[in-house]
């Protein structure tokens, strides 16, 4: 069992005085697999080793946190590691972004897709293991049911003081995770990182509760989209509690549940704790995307 540390911050985000925020700080778990990669991985790497598989195949973009984490995990573990990369135009070594250059460096060998490929293909497990027999396939962002399992790790028999739980989603593991491990009086609540309706089926295939729900509304455009005032958010979120957010998952989330507050949504006895899952791997790559623009950027230190 692996413990993070707690951060109170309801008192400068200037709440009720009755509700209570507190952040649980999975980045801090691992300095390269943080957050919810490590417990999406955690026994996904145990049956890899149990089984014997020469190495993990797995899927993601130039950015991806999953990609880079996966590539770690490998290194650290002693088996291989197959990146499916979306973009064959990223062939080319001189525009690989930070992320790609870190996985190569710690083992991970990459094939490159064009988007429609990659499209086409990521999903087709029988395509994959015909060509790769001794692999593990590990699907897009890492859901499967075993990184559930981890992810319902996060919680512990301490947790039951708390009556929400919130989560940023992207492939929707870590929400399904934290669905089964709630307690019988918690609402889990997640934050889409992406727009599509798709995701609420993608979760019910691994959490049977119906103590979940999505919260939209605040992916700022899609998936990687960001504004302004959402850099602006965050950079400011990091000056009053010193805690780095990203701007595809955890910005949004929390953004979105600082809305939440000002607007009423939580009962004035709420308990709620943040789960902060990572992803701060990739800021680099979006300053430089935002220089670009002759945008504000992020203003932290990771």
């Given at each position: ?57 797995t899927f993601g973009g130039a950015h991806s946190n999953h990609i880079a984490a996966t590539a770690y995990a490998a290194k650290a573990s002693g088996f291989k590691a ?194 902060h899952t990572g992803g701060l791997q990739g800021i680099p790559a979006m300053n430089e995307r935002l220089k670009k623009k002759n945008q504000v950027t992020l203003q932290?230190?990771?």
């Amino acid at each position: 069992m692996y413990f993070c540390p707690m951060q109170a911050i309801s008192q400068k985000l200037e709440l009720h005085d009755t509700i209570a925020v507190t952040l649980r700080r999975e980045d801090l778990l691992f300095p390269e697999i943080s957050g919810n990669k490590w417990r999406k991985l955690k026994y996904n790497i145990q049956h890899i080793l149990q089984e014997g598989y020469e190495g993990v195949l797995t899927f993601g973009g130039a950015h991806s946190n999953h990609i880079a984490a996966t590539a770690y995990a490998a290194k650290a573990s002693g088996f291989k590691a197959i990146g499916v990369i979306r973009g064959d135009e990223l062939q080319q070594t001189t525009s690989w972004s930070p992320t790609l250059q870190s996985a190569q460096q710690w083992g991970m060998t990459f094939k490159f897709l064009s988007r429609t490929s990659f499209r086409d293909l990521k999903s087709d497990e029988r395509y994959w293991r015909d060509r790769y027999p001794n692999y593990f396939i590990l699907p897009e962002g890492g859901t499967s049911a075993l990184a559930v399992k981890g992810c319902a790790e996060m919680l512990m028999p301490e947790d039951q003081i708390f009556t929400h739980v919130v989560c940023a989603v992207g492939t929707g593991g870590t929400l399904a995770g934290l669905s089964e491990g709630a307690f019988s009086h918690q609402k889990i609540l997640g934050f889409p990182a992406l727009i599509g309706d798709f995701l609420r089926e993608d979760i019910r295939n691994f959490a049977k509760k119906g103590n979940w729900e999505l919260i939209q509304g605040y992916t700022f455009g899609g998936y990687a989209k960001t504004s302004p005032e959402l850099i602006r958010f965050i950079n400011q979120f990091y000056q009053n509690h010193q805690v780095p957010l990203d701007p595809i998952y955890t910005g949004k989330m929390m953004y979105g549940l600082v809305d939440l507050l000002a607007n009423d949504f939580f009962p004035k006895s709420a308990n709620i704790l943040a789960i902060h899952t990572g992803g701060l791997q990739g800021i680099p790559a979006m300053n430089e995307r935002l220089k670009k623009k002759n945008q504000v950027t992020l203003q932290i230190h990771v």
